[in-house]
């Protein structure tokens, strides 16, 4: 009787077709036995292991080829684990997302003069609570080392980076700065002066572009983010904002303050979606973060409660989907990219969004529903702060003032109507001329002017022009916009520049050019004060200050130096120029014994260059010039100095900030509105480039810019702007010259900026004529 399949492999052959001969028989049959049992023990093995995978790996196994890619990188930047099974990109073999985690590394001195390693405490603190990172490269960013920074292959350990008892808050907010001093240091070109592609830059050039629109939309002020964007080479093409009126769920104890922002290359067509981190004046921010308990999302289990609430706040709000989701289709690739919390948002999206999920997985689906898109032909969007459609401005005939949507351009305030200087005219008091050693209003004919004080940061305002009796400009009145960006005050001799707080301050030239004069003097060439050490020379440990000059003996122990074989050595003792590590996370020159490897080098520009670091000896002080000072190490500013008093005057003749604050970056100067209480005071406001008068009359009052809101009722009868619904308390009737609500049948009414809804009576105070004044201005 012949076996079954199943049965012992004794009969594991048809012996009908084996040879007569028995040995040879009996040999085959023992080799048939022999493949029969490995192939037994193959699939024993091979079932014992598949058993032992989770449904979680199973899945990733799927042919890669069947996937489609969402989110070809990502990018985050001191960033919390946000799920506790490891988040992997799974249109990829490696499991792997591309792009880069970075987060920051200095140091503090630690027992035996060995300096122990303190971490950005963000980065780490999830891992408290099991919570892992996305499985992609990670970049360790020191702080106090400019040329270490090297990238990890691709690994998600929980305990990158480690914890310590520090608590370097500090090093949170880095990220930006500090990769710019990393590609200063290695003389790299910035991406904002390339203007390049994500494929034309390497990765710590892209992972510094990816960090600056991941800061630049902490800033309140949507037009001072699209303004930025242009500079760096790149157009904000959306902007959404969570702020539900209600928590949205039950359970929340405050509502959702959130931003997030898509920019496109206008060659490439590729997009960066960056998410906001968590913002100090955001309360909802920090109980969020704090939220650990796990929920679902999208398939995944064991996701960090919090972060899924932040980032299904943001996609299920009605700007996310009118501003960007719409937009997305059309970019050629997309990056994801986040600061803080926006980072494990942007972990959250990206890994959601490259996931296969089954027909049967319903909650996952309709997570996935919210990140996923269907690509079109990639497209150049239009810039979100510009006119979607052709629109008209609507001046009032009582007031001259135009209908303005209030909140359009600055996300913190509330977006409401108003009646508003229009836009030729508000943005005529941001034109100026530099000519003749004068800045003159272009609205005014007004001079930018030096208030008479006895105080340094003598205030700036604008008066009539005038000149010195022998015709020159007058003296408080001269200025001169310098090649670094100053605008330098003629008024005294002191050299004293123009601030962001329209007041004179020190101008602040590099304190870290140095002069070696011709008997050993290390003379700071902007305070003219000498290198100096602050006690005994021949001391250990010593540190360094800047002092008056001393000539003769008296400055051979502390003011005499000789720069040579790398070394700085003083002609007072056999010790030699060092660097130690204080508490403060300050690398400070001390005096220490003379080492054998190069230490210094003083550049052909008069930087004074510490080899190891690739930092510049530096006077504490914006700028440092006084005498006693400390002195220590910092950045080189070699290429730039990092200040918020820098200016550009563009073609058409707006005083742009282009300065170090980034709340007041890309802003410009203004001059008063006419028939203000003062006419003579100047500011720092937002940029007019565009403007929040612009309307669409087709049956609704609808703004042209963003997502288009329309002018609706409010539940008191008041005016505010929505999103679009075709509700009738929605919907306008132009007739004439008067603008009639359909819902109450009232007419908008100005009195002076206030509007409201009154009975139509015919009077100038409800009239409203149209203008085209579409003229806008590029940077």
């Known amino acids: 009787m012949r076996s079954s399949s199943g049965d012992t492999c004794e009969d594991s052959e048809d012996h009908s077709l084996l040879p007569r001969l028995g040995v040879q028989s009996q040999l085959r049959t023992n080799r048939s036995c022999l493949v029969c049992l490995g192939v037994s023990l193959v699939?024993?093995?091979?079932?014992?292991?598949?058993?032992?995978?989770?449904?979680?790996?199973?899945?990733?196994?799927?042919?890669?080829?069947?996937?489609?890619?969402?989110?070809?990188?990502?990018?985050?930047?001191?960033?919390?684990?946000?799920?506790?099974?490891?988040l992997s990109d799974r249109t990829r073999e490696d499991g792997c997302f591309r792009g880069l985690r970075v987060y920051m590394r200095s140091a503090r001195p630690g027992w035996g003069d060995v300096d122990v390693p303190v971490y950005d405490p963000v980065a780490w603190i999830t891992q408290q609570f099991s919570y892992r990172h996305a499985r992609m490269r990670f970049l360790e960013l020191p702080e106090l080392n400019l040329y270490q920074h090297s990238i990890s292959p691709c690994s998600a350990p929980i305990e990158d980076p480690p914890s310590d008892t520090f608590w370097w808050i500090e090093g949170h907010s880095s990220y930006e700065a500090a990769l710019k001093h990393h590609l200063q240091a290695t003389d790299q070109e910035l991406p904002q002066d390339l203007k390049a592609t994500t494929s034309q830059l390497n990765d710590l050039q892209k992972a510094y572009l990816m960090s600056h629109f991941t800061f630049v939309i902490y800033d309140p002020q949507m037009a001072t983010v699209h303004a930025d964007a242009i500079q760096w080479g790149w157009t904000l093409v959306g902007y959404a904002e969570s702020l539900p009126g209600e928590p949205r769920v039950s359970n929340s104890i405050v509502t959702f303050h959130d931003h997030a922002a898509l920019f496109q290359h206008p060659r490439s067509l590729e997009c960066v979606l960056a998410f906001e981190g968590s913002d100090r004046e955001d309360v909802s921010d920090w109980v969020y973060d704090v939220e650990i308990?796990?929920?679902?999302?999208?398939?995944?289990?064991?996701?960090?409660?919090?972060?899924?609430?932040?980032?299904?706040?943001?996609?299920?709000s009605d700007d996310f989907d009118q501003a960007i989701r719409v937009r997305l289709p059309y970019c050629s690739?997309?990056?994801?990219?986040?600061?803080?919390?926006?980072?494990?948002?942007?972990?959250l999206f990206s890994a959601c969004a490259n996931r296969h999920l089954k027909e049967n997985e319903e909650a996952a689906l309709r997570d996935q529903q919210l990140v996923k898109f269907e690509t079109k032909k990639p497209t150049a969007l239009k810039p979100y702060l510009s006119e979607q459609?052709?629109?008209?401005?609507?001046?009032?005939?009582?007031?001259?003032?135009?209908l303005d949507a209030v909140g359009l351009l600055d996300p913190a305030e509330v977006k409401s109507l108003q009646a508003g200087l229009c836009h030729d005219q508000r943005q005529v008091r941001q034109h100026w001329k530099v000519e003749d050693g004068r800045v003159i209003s272009e609205l005014a004919g007004l001079c930018l002017t030096v208030q008479e004080s006895e105080h340094e940061d003598a205030t700036v305002i604008q008066t009539p022009c005038q000149s010195e009796a022998d015709g020159r400009v007058a003296r408080n009145q001269s200025w001169q916009l310098t090649a670094q960006g100053f605008l330098l005050s003629r008024s005294t001799d002191a050299d004293r520049c123009l601030n962001t707080n329209m007041k004179l301050y020190r101008c602040p030239y590099s304190d870290q050019v140095w002069d070696l004069s011709a008997d050993g003097h290390l003379v700071n060439r902007l305070s003219g004060l000498c290198l100096d050490v602050a006690g005994a020379a021949s001391v250990q440990g010593t540190s360094l200050q800047v002092q008056n000059c001393r000539a003769g003996h008296d400055s051979f122990t502390s003011q005499r130096w000789q720069v040579a074989d790398g070394q700085v050595r003083s002609l007072g003792s056999d010790l030699c120029l060092a660097v130690r590590t204080s508490q403060q996370g300050l690398l400070q020159l001390i005096m220490a014994a003379c080492s054998q490897e190069?230490?210094?080098?003083?550049l052909p520009l008069g930087f004074l260059q510490h080899r190891p670091t690739g930092m510049c000896v530096n006077v504490d002080g914006s700028p440092g010039q006084d005498a006693g000072t400390s002195v220590d190490l910092a950045p080189c500013e070699?290429?730039?100095?990092?200040?918020?008093?820098?200016?550009?005057?563009?073609p058409e003749g707006f005083l742009l900030n282009k300065g170090s604050d980034w709340l007041q970056v890309n802003k410009c100067i203004s001059s008063a509105e006419p028939g203000s209480q003062d006419a003579s005071s100047v500011s720092l406001e937002l940029c007019e480039f565009q403007s929040a008068q612009s309307w669409d009359l087709r049956s609704t009052l609808r703004s042209t810019l963003g997502s288009q809101k329309c002018v609706a009722l409010s539940e008191d009868n008041g005016l505010k702007l929505q999103t679009c619904d075709k509700s009738l308390k929605q919907q306008w009737r132009f007739s004439g010259q008067w603008i009639r609500n359909q819902q109450t049948g009232d007419c908008l009414t100005a009195k002076e900026a206030d509007l409201s809804l009154s009975p139509c009576d015919a009077s100038v105070a409800q009239q409203w004529e149209q203008l085209d004044l579409r003229k806008t201005t590029e940077l």
């Open 43 to 86: 699939a024993a093995v091979s079932l014992i292991f598949l058993r032992s995978l989770s449904e979680e790996h199973l899945r990733s196994l799927v042919p890669v080829a069947q996937r489609v890619r969402v989110v070809e990188e990502l990018y985050t930047f001191g960033t919390p684990g946000s799920a506790k099974d490891l």
């Open 638 to 650: 070699l290429k730039e100095i990092e200040t918020p008093g820098l200016w550009k005057l563009t």
């Open 293 to 316: 308990a796990t929920v679902d999302f999208c398939g995944f289990t064991n996701v960090h409660r919090g972060f899924k609430e932040k980032l299904m706040a943001m996609l299920e």
């Open 333 to 347: 690739k997309l990056i994801a990219a986040g600061h803080s919390m926006g980072g494990s948002q942007a972990e």
């Open 598 to 602: 190069v230490q210094w080098e003083l």
């Open 389 to 402: 459609v052709p629109g008209i401005f609507l001046r009032n005939r009582l007031s001259n003032l135009c």
